[in-house]
Antibody, heavy 118, light 108 residues
């Protein structure tokens, strides 16, 4: 079955960077866009951006431009999201999700907790 | 772009029906039939329950239904069950992606 398995929890200091991985299986990796969504504690879902695993092209929400990078490694069917210049406001659970029919997300990864604290 | 607008909370008794609204604009919800809904239980990843306004993925109960009128999409849950207690998010996928602020459903 289709699975997205993310890397483990991270604790980072302000100003540092974090790189989260999303390992996929059960489908053709290059056939579906992958998106990244985050959720701060007690808050709603916030879209960060997406990557086309076939071309490697990525686009980002305005809020994250200049601070986020999305890449992929097609040899291991894995996507990555790196966020730089972390602040406490970046403390959140980060999810990857596969897009279907160009408009809905299924499935989602299990989430990666990122805590930014001095 | 601003987030889509959802009520913060709704509640209902077992067996009843509830509806959650999701209001956007003419450039997102109003123009395209690309609205989806997600259910999220505490500590879990979101799960799609409705896509393309009113379609249900395989395996999702037919107690969940979606509709749209103008700039507002709606999710209706009929025959409420205890396990329906969760957060619900609408989503509009046009060029970029917008989520609603989320609605907490309490089953009384």
């Amino acid at each position: 079955q289709v699975q997205l398995v993310q890397s483990g929890a991270e604790v980072k200091k302000p100003g540092a960077s974090v790189k989260v991985s999303c390992k996929t299986s059960g489908y053709t990796f290059t056939g579906y866009y992958l998106h990244w969504v985050r959720q701060a504690p007690g808050q709603g879902l916030e879209w960060m951006g997406r990557i086309n695993p076939n071309s490697g092209d990525a686009s980002f929400a305005q809020k994250f431009k200049g601070r986020v990078t999305m890449t992929r490694d097609t040899s291991i069917n894995t996507a990555y999201m790196e966020l730089t210049r972390l602040t406490s406001d970046d403390t959140a659970v980060y999810y990857c999700a596969r897009v279907r029919e160009a408009s809905w997300f299924d499935p989602w990864g299990q989430g990666t907790q990122v805590i930014v604290s001095s | 772009q601003s987030a889509l607008t959802q009520p913060a909370s709704v509640s209902g008794s077992p067996g009843q029906s509830i509806t959650i609204s999701c209001t956007g604009t003419s450039t997102d919800v109003g123009t395209y039939n690309l609205v989806s809904w997600y259910q999220q239980h505490p500590g879990k990843a979101p799960k799609v329950i409705i896509y393309a306004v009113n379609k249900r993925p395989s395996g999702v109960s037919n107690r969940f239904s979606g509709s749209k009128s103008g700039n507002t999409a709606s999710l209706t849950i009929s025959g409420l069950q205890a396990d329906d207690e969760a957060d619900y998010y609408c989503c509009s996928y046009v060029d970029s992606v917008l989520f609603g602020g989320g609605t907490k459903l309490t089953v009384l």
